[in-house]
């Protein structure tokens, strides 16, 4: 049912995450000028001011990747015909239920979706209310924007998975 992700998760040291399902983020990157896609986020959502990636809770009935791009199209007004998954990767999780707080769902994994536009080239974006803003930014720039910490820390990692898909020329 759309929709029905929106919620809490239980998190580790009794922390909570956005995403009763999981969530998932699309890393999308423009292969002919080496820029990815970020969103700085605003203020009232979760580490409001930082950036990140477009992405969001997954409802019941999709999968990290339909979720990854269904995100990406509300928050940035790219559809997932201009894009070309190359790999999706769990970047966090899985967080398991937590006994002591039964109303928040268990299981929780954040899966950050790797794509590149079909183009080669950055695409034009249209911000919701989710975004102070959406830059795209040089990839080794990326590491000197103040960054969701989760996403900082899984950098390093979802930059070696789309290294092994090459130059992903269109």
């Not at 292969?31 to 969001?56: I, S």
């Not at 999709?62 to 970047?91: Q, S, W, Y």
């Not at 996403?151 to 992903?168: Q, T």
């Amino acid at each position: 049912m759309k929709g029905d992700g929106n919620g809490w998760a239980a998190a580790p040291n009794g922390g909570k995450v956005w995403g009763r399902y999981g969530a998932a983020g699309l890393l999308l990157y423009a292969p002919r000028t080496r820029e990815l896609l970020l969103q700085h986020r605003a203020e009232w959502t979760n580490e409001g001011g930082t950036w990140a990636l477009p992405g969001g809770a997954r409802d019941s009935h999709e999968d990290a990747t339909a979720a990854a791009l269904r995100e990406a199209f509300e928050e940035t007004g790219i559809e997932a015909k201009e894009c070309r998954v190359l790999t999706a990767v769990v970047t966090a999780g899985p967080f398991e239920a937590d006994p002591g707080r039964p109303e928040l769902a268990g299981g929780w994994t954040y899966t950050t979706v790797i794509a590149a536009t079909r183009s080669g080239l950055t695409l034009p974006t249209s911000a919701n209310d989710e975004s102070l803003e959406l830059r795209w930014v040089p990839r080794d720039a990326v590491p000197g924007f103040p960054l969701l910490p989760a996403f900082a820390a899984s950098y390093p990692e979802v930059c070696r998975e789309l290294a092994a898909y090459g130059s992903v020329e269109p």
